[in-house]
């Protein structure tokens, strides 16, 4: 009898392979068959789950690539297929597990191009493995900006981009050939992005992604979430929370949709001038809404707008104007809603609403303000 073994790395190229075809099924509309398939898939080895979150890291920084998106794909797949060491993965019947699932029926053109992205994403996690992929982190210099408490701050970047920092706010600036990065890492700022096809221009916030090519967009990080508020052009907004896990939960039915729209972020989302979206913290889905303009105050200052918003979000747009902060301990008070208009420099005046229409109770110390519950003597 013959034994073929199987080598280390031969297993993980397989495992790549595969990863990549179950990055794609579970991407669009999965069965209940195709859940099924693919947990007992992860379940078998500790390197599929390894593969599965490699390739789908891949397969982002590949869609978001201006250079990759003007590829002919045919010939792309023309090219990975002379290749000796690249296996098409709808001929690899290894690639197809005991619990395979359904396939669906796309357009010829739209199934070459999924399943050329899901090739290219295998061959480049193994490329990874081999230390010669350095898309992902190339050496480029980041450059950070910070406002204080209660100054708005503009910058010029080197592209010819405007960025309006909201008070207390904070980004990092990473631009390479290939793409313009920022992250948000707190609080607020507005983007007037000068336009350059060759580079996305992309906002990162927490677990969310913003992009835009030319456009003007505002977009702000909140203990609830993220918001996203569009003045001109578009921009196209992903979710990275937990993949593996919204797999198996609805996020939309966790979600408070009002007058708003739900809508899922599985895949990326447009939202175009006159829109906003709230993305709720790692969810995969956003609320879209029409674009709310508040009226420029007559006196000229700034007011900050609350419609049934969380306690916790509240105090975090009233902290980044007023040098004594509002501090709240009892998460269960955090997730209180209240709505109203209030100036954004006069925090006194929110802590006199919630002293007089709430059942909170604010001590004011010299350097901050507490809000708890009263108590029961009270």
Request: net charge neutral; aromatic share 6%.
């Amino acid at each position: 009898m013959n034994i073929y073994r199987t080598s280390p790395q031969q297993s993980r190229e397989r495992a790549a392979r595969e990863a990549a075809e179950w990055l794609l099924v579970m991407g669009e509309t999965p069965s209940d068959a195709d859940r099924a398939g693919f947990a007992a898939w992860v379940a078998r080895s500790p390197l599929h789950l390894e593969e599965l979150l490699m390739a789908q890291l891949v397969e982002r920084e590949l869609a978001s690539s201006a250079a990759l998106q003007s590829l002919d794909m045919d010939a792309v797949l023309a090219q990975a297929r002379a290749m000796d060491n690249v296996v098409p993965l709808h001929d690899a019947p290894s690639a197809v597990p005991q619990a395979a699932p359904q396939p669906r029926k796309p357009t010829a053109r739209g199934r070459r191009r999924r399943l050329g992205w899901a090739l290219v994403a295998g061959v480049a996690g193994c490329a990874l493995l081999a230390g010669s992929w350095t898309l992902l982190q190339p050496e480029v210099p980041v450059y950070q900006y910070a406002s204080a408490v209660g100054e708005q701050r503009s910058i010029a970047l080197a592209d010819g981009s405007m960025v309006t920092l909201a008070p207390a706010s904070y980004i990092a600036v990473r631009f390479s050939a290939g793409v313009r990065d920022i992250e948000l890492r707190d609080g607020e700022a507005t983007f007037d992005v000068a336009h350059d096809s060759s580079r996305p221009f992309r906002v990162h916030a927490g677990d969310n992604i913003v992009q835009a090519v030319g456009t003007r967009f505002t977009v702000n990080r909140l203990p609830s979430g993220t918001l996203v508020a569009v003045s001109e052009g578009k921009v196209k907004v992903t979710a990275n929370s937990n993949w593996l896990e919204a797999l198996w939960r609805d996020d939309a039915s966790t979600l408070e949709a009002g007058r708003a729209k739900v809508e899922s972020l599985g895949r990326p989302a447009a939202l175009s001038a006159g829109e906003q979206a709230r993305i709720p913290q790692g969810q995969q889905a956003m609320l879209r809404m029409p674009l709310e303009v508040p009226n420029e105050p007559v006196d000229g200052k700034r007011r900050l707008s609350f419609r049934n918003d969380t306690l916790a979000d509240i105090i975090s747009e009233f902290n980044r104007y007023n040098p004594r902060p509002i501090v709240v301990t009892d998460p269960v008070i955090r997730e209180q809603r209240y709505s109203g208009v209030f100036y954004a420099d006069d925090a006194d005046s929110f802590l006199q609403f919630l002293e007089c229409c709430s059942q909170l109770q604010v001590s004011r110390q010299a350097d901050r303000n507490l809000i708890g519950g009263r108590s029961s003597r009270q």
